[in-house]
C-alpha cells in the first residue's frame, strides 16, 4: 500500500514563484526522500532527509520533516520552466527488518507556466 | 558505471510471451532494488538484492516474476507468460548500502504486453 500522500495532486505556478509539495506518511520512518521524474523518464534523486533532521537544503530546494506529524515538505524556490514534472517522496520505512525498500506516494504534478 | 542502466527501453510482447529486462547498477553498489510503476504515478516495489543475493522479495508476485543479480553480469527481472496487467514501466535502482544513502534509478524499462 502506498504510505506517502503528496498534496497537492496537482500545482500550477508562474515562472518565479514557489512552489510548496506536502507529504504524509503513517508510520515510522528510517528517511524520506524526494525525487523528480520528467514526463517518461526515470526518478532524479532531489533530496534525502534521515528523521532525525528536520531540514535539508539543496541549491533552491528546501525540505523539511516533521516526525511528530508525520509529514514532510519540499520548497522549490524562484521556479523555473523546466521544473516542470512530477514530484514524488518516498519513505524509507523504520519497520525493524531492515527491507530497505522504499514505499512511494503518488506525487504532485507540478506545471511552471513561462 | 556511473548511472543505472536499464535495457531495453522499450518492450513489446504479446500476451503469454516471456520478458526479460535488464539493469546494470552503478559500480560500487551493493543493493539493487526492481519497482513497477503503473499509470504513471503508482510505484510498487518487487525484490531487492544486496550483491548476488536475494534481500527481500516480498513485493515479487509468486508466480511468474522471477529475478536474478549474478555476478559479473547485469541483473534481470523475467515475466513468464506475460500478462496484459504487467503493462508497466519497470524500474531499477540501486544504492551503495542500505540504509539512509540515497537509491538511484535508471530510466526504466516500459512493457507494453498486446
Known amino acids: 500500500s502506498q504510505q506517502g500522500e503528496e498534496d497537492p495532486q496537482a500545482l500550477s505556478i508562474q515562472e518565479g514563484e514557489n512552489a510548496t509539495m506536502n507529504c504524509s506518511y503513517k508510520t515510522s520512518i528510517n528517511n524520506l526522500q524526494w525525487y523528480r521524474q520528467n514526463s517518461g523518464r526515470g526518478l532524479v534523486h532531489l533530496i534525502l532527509?534521515?528523521?532525525?533532521?528536520r531540514e535539508k537544503h539543496s541549491g533552491r530546494l528546501r525540505v523539511t520533516l516533521d516526525t511528530s506529524k508525520k509529514s514532510s515538505s519540499l520548497l522549490i524556490t524562484a521556479s523555473r520552466a523546466a521544473d516542470t514534472a512530477s514530484y514524488f517522496c518516498?519513505?524509507?520505512?523504520?519497520?525493524?527488518?531492515?527491507?530497505?525498500?522504499?514505499?512511494f506516494g503518488k506525487g504532485t504534478k507540478l506545471s511552471v507556466i513561462p | 558505471g556511473e548511472e543505472v542502466a536499464q535495457t531495453p527501453k522499450h518492450l513489446v510482447r504479446g500476451e503469454g510471451q516471456k520478458a526479460k529486462l535488464y539493469c546494470a547498477p552503478i559500480k560500487g553498489h551493493s543493493y539493487v532494488f526492481w519497482y513497477q510503476q503503473v499509470l504513471k504515478n503508482e510505484f510498487k516495489f518487487l525484490i531487492s538484492?544486496?550483491?548476488?543475493?536475494?534481500?527481500?522479495e516480498t513485493g515479487m508476485p509468486k508466480e511468474r516474476f522471477s529475478a536474478k543479480c549474478l555476478p559479473n553480469s547485469p541483473c534481470s527481472l523475467e515475466i513468464q507468460a506475460t500478462k496484459l496487467e504487467d503493462s508497466a514501466v519497470y524500474f531499477c535502482?540501486?544504492?551503495?548500502?542500505?540504509?539512509?544513502?540515497?537509491?538511484?534509478f535508471g530510466q526504466g524499462t516500459r512493457l507494453t504486453v498486446v
Open positions: 518516498a519513505t524509507d520505512l523504520d519497520s525493524g527488518a531492515g527491507s530497505y525498500q522504499l514505499t
Open positions: 535502482a540501486s544504492s551503495q548500502s542500505g540504509g539512509n544513502t540515497e537509491a538511484f
Open positions: 538484492f544486496q550483491n548476488e543475493n536475494v534481500f527481500d
Open positions: 532527509i534521515r528523521s532525525n533532521e
